[in-house]
């Protein structure tokens, strides 16, 4: 087990202890990001709430169950981290990716991925797929700085985008 600051200190499993140094480097850096990190990236998840809550007529059903979250930030009461694992990115990526698998109140069967580039950059947030980026896991380049591919295109998120 191990505990993550960004997650208020929750402890939840680490499937491999890193062996490589780049690895071991993205989960240290990984380590040093705080809760106030987490409200940053809080526009991701709750993209990835909205756009799922859209698509499957939530507001019949979900809205009574988990309550609507009256802002981005409070989307995390309804996040439970569960794993954390490492995965070297594919062919020419050479960067390492630390991913948190979680269970979500609103996406009870796919639940939540979330990934960091190095350790340092959320760069995917979605239903798990074991992919560590949305250009992999769409073999589609120009998915590179989407953070959540979403089914509404006005939920899709990217890294580079304040909405």
């Known amino acids: 087990m191990i505990r993550i600051p960004y997650f208020d200190n929750a402890e939840v499993e680490l499937i ?23 409200i940053v990236d809080s526009r991701h998840v709750f993209a990835y ?15 009574e169950q988990m309550g609507v979250p009256e802002t ?5 009461k309804h996040v439970t981290p569960t794993t954390l694992d490492l995965r070297k990115g594919r062919g020419d990526d050479s960067s390492w990716y630390v991913m948190v698998e979680a269970n979500c109140a609103w996406e009870e069967e796919h639940g939540l991925l979330l990934v960091w580039r190095d350790g340092r950059t959320l760069t995917k947030v ?25 089914t509404n295109p006005n939920h899709t998120t990217r890294t580079t985008n304040a909405g």
């Open 16 to 38: 491999d202890d890193p062996e490589d140094p780049g690895a071991e480097m993205a989960l240290e850096t990984f380590l040093m990001l705080t809760p106030a990190d987490r």
């Open 72 to 76: 981005p930030a409070d989307i995390w």
């Open 126 to 150: 979605g239903g798990y797929d074991g992919h560590v980026t949305n250009a992999n896991a769409y073999a589609d380049d120009g998915l590179r700085d989407v953070v959540y591919v979403a």
């Open 49 to 63: 709430y909205r756009d799922f809550r859209e698509a499957v007529g939530g507001q019949d059903w979900l809205d």
